[in-house]
Protein backbone atom coordinates (compact mmCIF):
# COMPACT_ATOMS: atom_id res chain seq x y z
CA UNK A 1 0.00 0.00 0.00
CA UNK A 2 1.84 3.32 -1.15
CA UNK A 3 2.44 5.95 2.07
CA UNK A 4 0.34 9.07 1.98
CA UNK A 5 2.04 12.20 3.33
CA UNK A 6 -1.26 12.19 5.69
CA UNK A 7 0.34 8.73 7.48
CA UNK A 8 3.88 10.50 8.27
CA UNK A 9 4.31 12.25 11.59
CA UNK A 10 5.55 15.42 11.87
CA UNK A 11 6.34 17.72 14.61
CA UNK A 12 7.12 16.32 17.73
CA UNK A 13 5.28 12.92 17.21
CA UNK A 14 7.37 11.93 14.65
CA UNK A 15 9.82 11.85 17.45
CA UNK A 16 7.54 9.99 20.08
CA UNK A 17 8.59 6.82 21.68
CA UNK A 18 5.02 5.81 23.35
CA UNK A 19 4.25 2.75 23.17
CA UNK A 20 7.73 1.22 22.19
CA UNK A 21 9.50 -1.46 23.71
CA UNK A 22 13.34 -1.00 23.38
CA UNK A 23 16.68 -3.14 24.58
CA UNK A 24 19.60 -1.17 24.98
CA UNK A 25 22.45 -4.42 25.20
CA UNK A 26 24.99 -2.99 27.21
CA UNK A 27 23.23 -0.03 28.64
CA UNK A 28 24.51 -0.83 32.76
CA UNK A 29 27.01 2.13 32.33
CA UNK A 30 28.52 4.78 29.59
CA UNK A 31 27.59 5.25 26.67
CA UNK A 32 24.41 2.77 26.54
CA UNK A 33 23.12 4.28 29.94
CA UNK A 34 22.87 7.38 28.41
CA UNK A 35 20.92 6.24 25.27
CA UNK A 36 18.53 4.57 27.22
CA UNK A 37 17.64 7.39 29.67
CA UNK A 38 17.34 8.80 26.22
CA UNK A 39 14.22 6.54 24.80
CA UNK A 40 13.07 6.30 28.34
CA UNK A 41 12.81 10.30 27.71
CA UNK A 42 11.00 10.10 24.69
CA UNK A 43 8.09 7.71 26.21
CA UNK A 44 9.72 4.48 25.28
CA UNK A 45 9.87 0.99 27.98
CA UNK A 46 13.58 0.50 28.20
CA UNK A 47 15.29 -2.62 29.16
CA UNK A 48 18.53 -1.25 30.43
CA UNK A 49 21.18 -4.93 29.73
CA UNK A 50 24.46 -5.95 30.98
CA UNK A 51 26.23 -9.00 31.75
CA UNK A 52 26.40 -7.70 35.57
CA UNK A 53 22.55 -8.31 37.27
CA UNK A 54 23.73 -5.97 40.07
CA UNK A 55 24.82 -2.83 38.36
CA UNK A 56 22.15 -3.22 35.27
CA UNK A 57 19.38 -3.11 37.95
CA UNK A 58 20.83 -0.28 39.59
CA UNK A 59 21.28 1.18 36.46
CA UNK A 60 17.27 0.92 35.83
CA UNK A 61 16.60 2.21 38.90
CA UNK A 62 18.23 5.37 38.63
CA UNK A 63 16.77 5.87 34.64
CA UNK A 64 13.57 5.17 36.70
CA UNK A 65 13.79 7.92 39.10
CA UNK A 66 14.60 10.28 36.37
CA UNK A 67 11.95 9.73 33.90
CA UNK A 68 9.40 8.68 37.08
CA UNK A 69 8.40 5.71 34.79
CA UNK A 70 9.19 1.62 35.62
CA UNK A 71 12.94 0.99 33.82
CA UNK A 72 13.42 -2.95 33.06
CA UNK A 73 16.80 -4.57 33.21
CA UNK A 74 17.84 -8.05 31.32
CA UNK A 75 21.07 -10.17 31.78
CA UNK A 76 22.99 -12.01 29.45
CA UNK A 77 26.39 -12.76 27.90
CA UNK A 78 25.84 -11.08 24.09
CA UNK A 79 28.46 -13.19 23.20
CA UNK A 80 26.78 -16.77 23.94
CA UNK A 81 24.30 -17.42 21.28
CA UNK A 82 21.94 -20.08 23.53
CA UNK A 83 21.97 -16.91 26.01
CA UNK A 84 20.79 -14.30 23.80
CA UNK A 85 18.42 -16.44 22.45
CA UNK A 86 16.65 -17.66 26.16
CA UNK A 87 17.53 -13.84 26.94
CA UNK A 88 15.07 -12.15 24.15
CA UNK A 89 12.67 -14.96 24.51
CA UNK A 90 12.32 -13.92 28.12
CA UNK A 91 11.57 -10.11 27.25
CA UNK A 92 8.85 -11.08 23.97
CA UNK A 93 7.09 -13.49 26.93
CA UNK A 94 6.83 -10.03 28.67
CA UNK A 95 6.65 -7.09 26.22
CA UNK A 96 6.16 -8.95 23.13
CA UNK A 97 8.39 -8.75 20.39
CA UNK A 98 10.83 -5.96 20.76
CA UNK A 99 9.84 -2.34 18.48
CA UNK A 100 13.61 -1.21 19.15
CA UNK A 101 17.22 -2.82 19.41
CA UNK A 102 20.01 -0.50 19.99
CA UNK A 103 23.23 -2.80 19.66
CA UNK A 104 25.93 -1.14 21.99
CA UNK A 105 27.56 -3.66 24.11
CA UNK A 106 31.12 -3.27 23.03
CA UNK A 107 34.88 -3.80 24.10
CA UNK A 108 38.33 -2.22 23.27
CA UNK A 109 41.60 -4.15 23.42
CA UNK A 110 45.22 -2.58 22.53
CA UNK A 111 48.03 -3.79 21.19
CA UNK A 112 50.73 -3.23 18.60
CA UNK A 113 49.88 -5.93 15.64
CA UNK A 114 52.73 -8.14 16.00
CA UNK A 115 51.83 -8.57 19.92
CA UNK A 116 48.11 -8.76 19.61
CA UNK A 117 46.65 -11.75 20.92
CA UNK A 118 44.92 -14.36 19.99
CA UNK A 119 42.24 -14.36 22.87
CA UNK A 120 42.01 -10.00 22.83
CA UNK A 121 41.29 -10.89 18.83
CA UNK A 122 38.58 -13.41 19.42
CA UNK A 123 36.62 -10.91 22.33
CA UNK A 124 36.90 -8.21 20.04
CA UNK A 125 34.99 -9.64 17.33
CA UNK A 126 32.61 -12.38 19.48
CA UNK A 127 32.10 -9.07 21.70
CA UNK A 128 31.77 -6.26 19.08
CA UNK A 129 30.30 -7.71 15.62
CA UNK A 130 29.18 -11.67 16.06
CA UNK A 131 27.11 -10.15 19.19
CA UNK A 132 25.41 -7.91 16.68
CA UNK A 133 24.81 -10.72 14.29
CA UNK A 134 23.09 -12.94 17.44
CA UNK A 135 21.15 -10.33 18.86
CA UNK A 136 19.71 -9.03 15.72
CA UNK A 137 18.74 -12.57 14.13
CA UNK A 138 16.76 -13.02 17.20
CA UNK A 139 15.44 -9.94 17.83
CA UNK A 140 14.39 -9.48 14.08
CA UNK A 141 12.06 -12.81 14.02
CA UNK A 142 9.55 -11.04 16.16
CA UNK A 143 9.66 -7.71 14.12
CA UNK A 144 9.54 -9.54 10.73
CA UNK A 145 6.24 -11.40 12.53
CA UNK A 146 5.17 -8.21 13.20
CA UNK A 147 5.69 -5.76 10.08
CA UNK A 148 8.39 -3.24 11.83
CA UNK A 149 11.18 -2.18 13.85
CA UNK A 150 14.30 -0.53 14.47
CA UNK A 151 17.78 -1.85 14.53
CA UNK A 152 20.41 0.38 15.71
CA UNK A 153 24.22 -0.53 15.90
CA UNK A 154 26.60 1.84 17.83
CA UNK A 155 29.30 1.42 15.66
CA UNK A 156 32.81 3.88 15.53
CA UNK A 157 34.69 6.78 13.94
CA UNK A 158 37.47 4.17 13.41
CA UNK A 159 35.04 2.79 10.71
CA UNK A 160 36.28 5.09 8.71
CA UNK A 161 39.52 6.43 10.43
CA UNK A 162 42.65 3.51 11.21
CA UNK A 163 44.82 4.30 14.36
CA UNK A 164 47.80 2.42 15.50
CA UNK A 165 47.09 -0.53 17.95
CA UNK A 166 43.62 -1.13 17.74
CA UNK A 167 43.47 -3.04 14.30
CA UNK A 168 41.24 -5.14 14.93
CA UNK A 169 38.91 -2.96 17.01
CA UNK A 170 38.64 -0.97 13.98
CA UNK A 171 38.08 -4.06 11.90
CA UNK A 172 34.97 -5.06 13.73
CA UNK A 173 33.56 -1.07 13.37
CA UNK A 174 33.69 -1.28 9.95
CA UNK A 175 31.74 -4.89 9.88
CA UNK A 176 29.61 -2.83 11.34
CA UNK A 177 28.78 -0.62 8.87
CA UNK A 178 28.88 -3.30 6.31
CA UNK A 179 26.86 -5.66 8.28
CA UNK A 180 24.29 -2.71 8.98
CA UNK A 181 23.55 -3.04 5.19
CA UNK A 182 22.86 -6.34 5.01
CA UNK A 183 20.35 -6.13 7.79
CA UNK A 184 18.71 -3.46 5.96
CA UNK A 185 18.76 -5.47 2.21
CA UNK A 186 17.18 -8.24 4.18
CA UNK A 187 14.85 -6.95 6.35
CA UNK A 188 13.67 -3.38 4.68
CA UNK A 189 11.49 -5.50 2.62
CA UNK A 190 9.55 -6.37 6.14
CA UNK A 191 9.05 -2.72 7.19
CA UNK A 192 12.31 -2.85 9.31
CA UNK A 193 15.14 -0.03 9.60
CA UNK A 194 18.47 -1.03 10.34
CA UNK A 195 21.13 2.28 10.76
CA UNK A 196 24.19 3.03 12.94
CA UNK A 197 25.64 5.62 14.92
CA UNK A 198 29.47 6.10 14.63
CA UNK A 199 30.53 8.35 17.76
CA UNK A 200 34.03 10.35 17.89
CA UNK A 201 35.99 9.97 20.89
CA UNK A 202 33.54 9.94 24.18
CA UNK A 203 34.20 10.39 27.54
CA UNK A 204 32.94 6.68 29.10
CA UNK A 205 34.10 4.31 31.21
CA UNK A 206 35.74 2.97 28.38
CA UNK A 207 38.21 5.15 27.50
CA UNK A 208 39.11 6.66 31.15
CA UNK A 209 42.87 5.89 30.45
CA UNK A 210 42.69 7.66 27.10
CA UNK A 211 41.05 10.86 29.10
CA UNK A 212 43.35 10.97 31.71
CA UNK A 213 46.18 11.07 29.35
CA UNK A 214 46.83 14.52 28.81
CA UNK A 215 48.76 14.28 25.51
CA UNK A 216 45.90 11.82 23.55
CA UNK A 217 43.44 14.35 25.22
CA UNK A 218 44.92 17.45 23.77
CA UNK A 219 44.84 14.86 20.27
CA UNK A 220 41.41 14.07 20.85
CA UNK A 221 40.49 18.29 21.13
CA UNK A 222 42.46 18.83 18.27
CA UNK A 223 41.39 16.51 16.10
CA UNK A 224 38.07 17.03 16.66
CA UNK A 225 36.66 20.26 14.80
CA UNK A 226 34.14 20.89 17.55
CA UNK A 227 37.31 20.88 20.12
CA UNK A 228 35.97 18.52 22.66
CA UNK A 229 35.34 15.07 23.38
CA UNK A 230 32.41 13.74 22.64
CA UNK A 231 29.60 13.87 26.18
CA UNK A 232 27.11 10.42 26.01
CA UNK A 233 23.98 13.16 25.98
CA UNK A 234 25.36 14.35 22.53
CA UNK A 235 24.40 10.84 21.09
CA UNK A 236 20.73 10.96 22.19
CA UNK A 237 19.25 12.99 19.09
CA UNK A 238 20.78 10.68 16.39
CA UNK A 239 19.21 7.95 18.55
CA UNK A 240 15.98 9.05 19.05
CA UNK A 241 15.87 10.31 15.56
CA UNK A 242 16.62 6.48 14.39
CA UNK A 243 14.42 4.94 16.66
CA UNK A 244 11.61 6.85 16.09
CA UNK A 245 8.92 7.02 12.90
CA UNK A 246 10.75 10.47 11.96
CA UNK A 247 13.46 7.70 9.74
CA UNK A 248 11.10 5.73 8.42
CA UNK A 249 12.74 5.96 5.01
CA UNK A 250 16.04 6.13 6.22
CA UNK A 251 17.72 2.23 5.89
CA UNK A 252 21.40 0.75 5.96
CA UNK A 253 23.01 4.71 6.64
CA UNK A 254 26.22 5.05 9.39
CA UNK A 255 25.50 8.28 10.90
CA UNK A 256 29.02 9.95 12.38
CA UNK A 257 28.39 12.03 15.43
CA UNK A 258 32.04 12.68 16.08
CA UNK A 259 32.01 16.21 16.59
CA UNK A 260 33.33 17.09 12.94
CA UNK A 261 36.19 14.32 13.05
CA UNK A 262 35.73 11.89 9.74
CA UNK A 263 34.89 15.26 8.05
CA UNK A 264 38.08 16.91 7.89
CA UNK A 265 41.54 15.93 7.69
P1 LIG B 1 31.65 0.78 28.50
O1 LIG B 1 32.84 -0.11 28.72
O2 LIG B 1 31.51 1.98 29.35
O3 LIG B 1 30.31 -0.12 28.63
C1 LIG B 1 30.23 -1.35 27.99
C2 LIG B 1 28.89 -2.01 28.31
O4 LIG B 1 28.81 -3.24 27.57
C3 LIG B 1 28.71 -2.36 29.78
O5 LIG B 1 27.37 -2.10 30.15
C4 LIG B 1 28.97 -3.87 29.82
O6 LIG B 1 28.20 -4.49 30.86
C5 LIG B 1 28.47 -4.30 28.45
N1 LIG B 1 29.09 -5.54 27.96
C6 LIG B 1 30.39 -5.73 27.61
N2 LIG B 1 30.57 -6.99 27.23
C7 LIG B 1 29.36 -7.62 27.30
C8 LIG B 1 28.92 -8.93 27.03
N3 LIG B 1 29.73 -9.89 26.58
N4 LIG B 1 27.60 -9.22 27.24
C9 LIG B 1 26.76 -8.27 27.70
N5 LIG B 1 27.12 -7.00 27.96
C10 LIG B 1 28.43 -6.68 27.78
O7 LIG B 1 31.67 1.18 26.94
P2 LIG B 1 31.18 2.54 26.20
O8 LIG B 1 29.90 3.01 26.78
O9 LIG B 1 32.30 3.49 26.08
O10 LIG B 1 30.94 1.98 24.73
C11 LIG B 1 29.67 1.54 24.30
C12 LIG B 1 29.74 1.30 22.80
O11 LIG B 1 30.15 2.49 22.16
C13 LIG B 1 30.75 0.21 22.40
O12 LIG B 1 30.23 -0.53 21.31
C14 LIG B 1 31.96 1.02 21.94
O13 LIG B 1 32.76 0.33 21.01
C15 LIG B 1 31.24 2.22 21.30
N6 LIG B 1 32.08 3.41 21.17
C16 LIG B 1 32.60 4.04 22.29
C17 LIG B 1 33.36 5.19 22.13
C18 LIG B 1 33.92 5.94 23.29
O14 LIG B 1 34.67 6.91 23.04
N7 LIG B 1 33.62 5.57 24.54
C19 LIG B 1 33.63 5.74 20.79
C20 LIG B 1 33.03 5.01 19.70
C21 LIG B 1 32.29 3.89 19.90
P3 LIG B 1 28.90 -5.36 32.04
O15 LIG B 1 29.87 -4.42 32.70
O16 LIG B 1 27.79 -5.80 32.92
O17 LIG B 1 29.57 -6.47 31.31
Same mark, same amino acid.
Given at each position: ??????????????????????????????????????????????????????????????????????????????????????????????????????????????????????????? =?? &?????? #??????? /??? +? %?? @????????????????????????????????????????????????????????????????????????????????????????????????? =?? &?????? #??????? /??? +? %?? @???
Amino acid at each position: MATTDAAVATGTAAFDLTGRTALVTGSSQGIGRTLAQGLAEAGATVIVHGRDAAKAAATADGIATGVGRDVRSAVFDVTDPSAVDAGIQALEDEHGALDILVNNAGIQRRAPITEFRDEDWTD =LV &STNLSS #VFYVSRR /VAR +G %MV @ARGSGKLIQIGSVQSQLARPGIAPYSATKGAIAMLTKGLCADLAPHGIQANAIAPGYFDTELTQALVADERFSEWVRGRTPAGRWGRTRDLVGALVF =LA &SPASDF #VNGQTLY /VDG +G %MT @AVV
